[in-house]
């Protein structure tokens, strides 16, 4: 059974307290860090760096920012959606995006939730602590998922 969570954030001080809010409540076993949107693809299907990944165990939930490097969350999020191996992952955009715009294309290309990140320390660490609770402890997945892709 998966219990990674996939983290897109090139921000480093919101990539150090996701992570840590998210160790401390001990919600998730495995947390992997994509710095842009290019590492997130390569990790997810196997290529580049994580050429040798097993790609059979896909992450339980992305959180996904927007404004990345190299390719944007939007483009990640299209790209997730038209591969049959990643198009039922949940996918939560967490940015710092007030753009009505994104939100809608978001949504528009499969995003399961739209969360901006709250400016305020406490109030962003509430936030994570409690998406991190709700897709890890209540939100149901198919059974697919939950024992890895099945591509022909």
Do not use: C
């Not at 983290?7 to 919600?27: F, G, M, Q, S």
């Not at 998730?28 to 994580?50: K, P, Q, T």
């Not at 949940?90 to 978001?106: A, C, H, L, N, Y």
């Amino acid at each position: 059974m998966r219990e990674t969570m996939l983290l897109v954030e090139d921000n480093p001080d919101d990539e150090a307290l996701t992570l840590r809010v998210l160790n401390k409540h001990k919600i998730w076993n495995d947390i992997v860090v994509a710095r842009d949107g290019a590492e997130a693809l390569d990790y997810l299907f196997g290529s580049g760096v994580y050429a040798d990944r097993d790609t059979s165990q896909m992450p339980e939930v992305i959180l996904l920012d927007l404004k990345l490097p190299k390719i944007d969350g939007l483009e990640v999020l299209r790209r997730l959606r038209a591969d049959e191996r990643s198009k039922l992952i949940p996918v939560v955009i967490f940015t710092s995006s007030s753009e009505e715009q994104d939100m809608i294309t978001g949504y528009d290309l499969g995003a399961n939730s739209y969360v901006r990140k709250p400016v305020d320390f406490n109030q962003f660490s509430e936030a994570v602590a409690e998406l991190g609770m709700y897709w890890k402890l209540l939100n149901q997945t198919p059974e697919q998922l939950k024992v890895g892709s099945k591509s022909e």
